[in-house]
């Protein structure tokens, strides 16, 4: 079975500055999917991120970007220039590759906080 | 744009009540999923569907049920409402079309069981 580990439940960045979400991941699949979703204040919960394990080249999605590190299983998010609107809570996910209806596993999440 | 719809975003039941949840997605999805989220357990599968009136059992399905007639449409059942399900539950869907398997949420339901 997967799991997924987000060890911080929350975390605060000031607006304009940078800030990495943490998340590291067990599972003896070799090819896989990793994702980051958002969910705002009660709003819906959206995808921010994704990346295919057979890919080196970490994803990016504009200010979004991640730092997949395979052999050590972990799987972080950075959020650059920060903005007001980032704040929400961030889960992690892991789907593996065995066709469209895999399912997915998530983290426990952790709620960031953006300072005006 | 996507859209999932769940029926109530609040409800209050009382024990041993009989409790639907309603989703519908306008996009065609032939996915469709149910989870549960309670702070500090992050978001657990209840059930799963892949296809009108098939199901597959989540990770916890125990005091659950599901329907799909339709392939829009994917009910939640609680049979006999307990205390311990007092949740947000939250509906999913997603398309074959997406191997990668991004998943379209709906804005929730938060049920109180008192």
């Known amino acids: 079975a997967q799991t997924v580990t987000q060890s911080q439940p929350e975390m605060s960045v000031q607006e304009a500055e940078t800030v990495t979400l943490s998340c590291t991941y067990d599972?003896?699949?070799?090819?896989?999917?990793l994702f980051w979703y958002k969910q705002p204040p009660s709003r819906q919960m959206i995808l921010v991120i994704r990346?295919?394990?057979?890919?080196?080249q970490n994803a990016t999605e504009n200010r979004f970007s991640v730092n997949f590190q395979k052999a050590a299983k972990s799987f972080s998010l950075k959020i650059s220039d920060s903005q007001l609107g980032d704040t929400a809570m961030y889960f992690c996910?892991?789907?593996?590759?065995?066709?469209?209806?895999?399912?997915?596993?998530f983290g426990k999440g952790i709620t960031l906080s953006v300072r005006p | 744009d996507v859209k999932v719809t769940q029926s109530s975003r609040y409800l209050v039941k009382r024990t041993g009540e009989k409790v639907f949840l309603e989703c519908v997605q306008d996009?065609?999805?032939?996915?469709m999923f149910w989870y549960r989220q309670d702070p500090g357990l992050g978001l657990r599968l209840i059930y799963f569907?892949?296809?009108?009136?098939?199901?597959e059992k989540g990770d916890i399905p125990e005091g659950y049920s599901v329907s799909r007639e339709k392939k829009e449409r994917f009910s939640l059942i609680l049979e006999s409402a307990s205390t311990n399900q007092t949740s947000m539950y939250l509906c999913?869907?997603?398309?074959?079309?997406?191997?990668?398997?991004?998943?379209?949420f709906g804005e929730g339901s938060r049920l109180t069981v008192l």
């Open positions: 996910a892991f789907m593996k590759h065995t066709g469209a209806n895999s399912k997915l596993t």
């Open positions: 599972t003896s699949e070799s090819n896989y999917y």
């Open positions: 996009m065609d999805h032939e996915n």
């Open positions: 999913a869907s997603s398309t074959l079309l997406d191997s990668a398997g991004e998943l379209f």
């Open positions: 569907s892949y296809d009108v009136k098939m199901k």
């Open positions: 990346q295919e394990a057979y890919k080196q």
